[in-house]
């Protein structure tokens, strides 16, 4: 059997053989691509998944305070474009509602200008029972165009005299 040694710095050798030459390649391209990561750290790593051991075992490397900065540094900069552009969507948001309470502002004041027109025309015409279609549609050239009521909906049953009376009244 084996003997261990009590000695907890152990030592690699890489042979001039093609193939630990070109392991040796290879663990040199991984520090480059991890500088916060030394060749002990790939060691242990490699044995913690030859030996099968879980993720969950597997102490967690320690990080520089390098690369704490860095990741901060990005964090913070994520955090600052994601404001801008809430901010950016949240003023659109805002100018389309005041931009809608204008508009509905601006109709209020035509209905309100054509009921005083329509209460003027019954004070003048007590005796009358409804409003021509000509008073109702006419349009006032100082504000914009009336809207368009929903139409009612009209009742099952209609008497004939009323429907010949409502043609005189709309003529009228």
Same mark, same amino acid.
């Given at each position: 059997?084996?003997?261990?040694?009590?000695?907890?710095?152990?030592?690699?050798?890489?042979?001039?053989?093609? $193939?630990?030459? #070109?392991?040796?390649?290879?663990?040199? $391209?991984?520090?480059?691509?991890?500088p916060?990561?030394?060749?002990?750290? @790939?060691?242990?790593?490699?044995?913690?998944?030859?030996?099968?051991?879980?993720?969950?075992?597997?102490?967690?490397?320690?990080?520089?305070?390098?690369?704490?900065?860095?990741? #901060?540094?990005?964090?913070?900069?994520? @955090?600052?474009?994601?404001?801008?552009?809430?901010?950016?969507?949240?003023? #659109?948001r !805002?100018?389309?509602?005041?931009?809608?309470? !204008?508009?509905?502002?601006?109709?209020?004041?035509?209905?309100?200008?054509?009921?005083?027109?329509?209460?003027?025309?019954?004070?003048?015409n007590p005796?009358?029972?409804? @409003?021509? $279609? #000509?008073?109702?549609?006419?349009?006032?050239?100082?504000?914009?165009?009336?809207?368009?009521?929903?139409?009612?909906?009209?009742?099952?049953?209609?008497?004939?005299?009323?429907?010949? @009376?409502?043609q005189?009244?709309?003529?009228?």
């Amino acid at each position: 059997m084996f003997q261990w040694s009590n000695k907890t710095h152990k030592s690699v050798t890489f042979n001039r053989g093609v $193939a630990d030459q #070109s392991l040796l390649d290879l663990v040199e $391209a991984a520090l480059e691509k991890h500088p916060h990561k030394t060749f002990s750290h @790939l060691c242990k790593e490699a044995l913690w998944q030859f030996l099968g051991i879980p993720e969950a075992f597997q102490p967690r490397p320690e990080r520089g305070s390098a690369d704490d900065d860095r990741e #901060s540094a990005e964090l913070k900069r994520l @955090l600052e474009n994601f404001q801008q552009d809430f901010w950016e969507r949240e003023s #659109s948001r !805002d100018e389309a509602i005041e931009s809608s309470l !204008d508009r509905l502002s601006e109709q209020l004041t035509y209905l309100q200008h054509q009921l005083t027109h329509l209460e003027g025309i019954v004070e003048r015409n007590p005796e009358s029972q409804g @409003l021509s $279609a #000509s008073a109702v549609n006419s349009p006032n050239p100082q504000s914009p165009p009336p809207i368009e009521p929903k139409p009612q909906p009209e009742p099952v049953e209609r008497d004939p005299v009323i429907d010949r @009376l409502s043609q005189f009244l709309d003529e009228f």
